[in-house]
């Protein structure tokens, strides 16, 4: 993504790598799976013992940190949807 003088620091800074609204959409999806991830479910199913071989984390720390950016990214995607849209095509090198 290239930064023209309207974008906004924040979307530029959630958005530099990415060059379609694909694959911002694919950014948000993993980073939603990850935060799911990222639920203490040994807290829930302790009893379970799959469960604690999967799910190694035991704090919602993880947690606390995706989720603020699952909504940034996805505040970011809406931004240039809006005001910007995406390149129809990349260019080639």
Known sequence: MQKD???PLWVYLALSSIETR??????????IV?????VPWVSFFNDIEWVAKLFL?????WFAMTSPM??????SLKWVDKNRGWQAS???V
């Open 57 to 61: 984390l035991e704090d919602w720390e």
């Open 34 to 38: 990850f935060s799911a991830y990222c």
């Open 70 to 75: 699952t909504i940034w990214y996805w505040l």
């Open 5 to 7: 003088n309207k974008t």
């Open 22 to 31: 694909k694959g911002a959409k694919l950014l948000i999806l993993s980073n």
């Open 90 to 92: 990349v260019e080639k």
